[in-house]
């Protein structure tokens, strides 16, 4: 037997896909074969708030499944809608590589010492809320484009700086390009960054199901709960941050305005063993303390992608 995945064919996604391939290929001792397919999100250059959020990337690799165009696709967690798709399940989350963003800069610079009036780049209106928090005197520019054109922009002077995901520079060997690394406790990152999501037909879930990993799924499933509790698209200011430590789950989520103003923040924590549910329960909490304190009026929730 050989099984088909599918995945966007952008540098970033066929490389995480290949590790994901050759994984899969040594737990199942079968074949595999890598299916390219292109989203809307890969031919539409428009900003991503005018094309729906993150979602577009998801679509028609689902669509290509569920015609039975491949068996499995791989995506990047974060830019998957937290509305399950009935007839599909997420059969396996691998363990999540870093979850932080990174500041790719020039000269050296880190997000503080760029000079007054620096051009920064991202499409991320999560990113774009946070840069606008933390340095209101720069210009943030709203920008497209897969990781080496970003890159490029600044290479060649037209951006002081772009705003990275630390996974999908390592999974393209381009550490180098960082300058800085983010905290997550001051910088939180979109939920369930830096992890990978797997997804079949359902009834279909043991083809993949020896790549999940139990505490990341808790982990991601946590971060994920509070973006749809909140009823957020993917695209939504919104920053999530889950660790377990000694059995316990420790769940912060942030929400912007996204002119960067000011933000919400909630935490809290459980422990696994003592809740059915833990990422159902946490997430919920948090969720519901955001919206008490007025998170549906601060930011653009509403409307999943």
């Not at 500041?103 to 610079?109: I, N, P, Q, S, W």
């Not at 997000?111 to 946070?130: D, F, H, K, V, Y």
């Not at 063993?273 to 329960?281: C, G, M, R, T």
Request: glycine content about 10%; some cysteine; charged content about 25%.
């Amino acid at each position: 037997m050989t099984i088909r995945i599918g995945t966007r064919a952008s540098a970033l996604a066929m490389a995480q896909t290949g590790m994901m391939a050759d994984l899969l290929a040594k737990k199942s001792g079968q074949d595999v074969e890598i299916i390219p397919i292109t989203t809307e999100g890969d031919r539409n250059k428009a900003s991503l708030a005018e094309i729906g959020g993150t979602g577009v990337f998801a679509a028609a690799l689902r669509e290509a499944l569920l015609a039975g165009e491949c068996d499995v696709v791989v995506h990047s967690l974060k830019d998957l809608p937290t509305q399950p798709l009935p007839g599909l399940a997420i059969a396996a989350i691998p363990k999540r590589a870093d979850a932080r963003d990174a500041v790719c800069a020039r000269d050296g610079f880190t997000l503080e010492t760029l000079p007054q009036g620096a051009r920064i780049g991202t499409g991320s209106p999560r990113r774009q809320a946070q840069l606008r928090s933390r340095r209101p005197d720069v210009e943030v520019l709203d920008i497209r484009g897969n990781v080496d054109t970003r890159l490029g922009r600044v290479a060649s002077g037209d951006l002081d700086a772009v705003i990275l995901s630390v996974a999908g520079l390592t999974r393209l060997g381009r550490t180098e390009a960082i300058t800085e690394y983010l905290d997550l406790s001051s910088w939180p990152t979109a939920p369930g960054q830096g992890a990978l999501a797997l997804e079949t037909r359902a009834g279909e879930e043991k083809l993949v199901a020896a790549l999940d990993h139990g505490p990341t799924r808790t982990m991601v499933e946590s971060e994920r709960g509070v973006l749809h509790r909140l009823e957020a698209g993917c695209a939504a200011p919104i920053g999530a941050t889950a660790m377990i430590e000694d059995g316990m789950l420790f769940v912060s989520a942030r929400v912007y305005r996204p002119d960067g103003t000011a933000h919400l923040t909630s935490s809290h924590a459980l422990y696994v063993s003592d809740s059915a549910e833990p990422s159902v329960e946490v997430s919920a909490r948090i969720a519901d303390e955001l919206l008490a304190n007025g998170a549906a009026e601060f930011a653009p929730l509403g409307g999943q992608s």
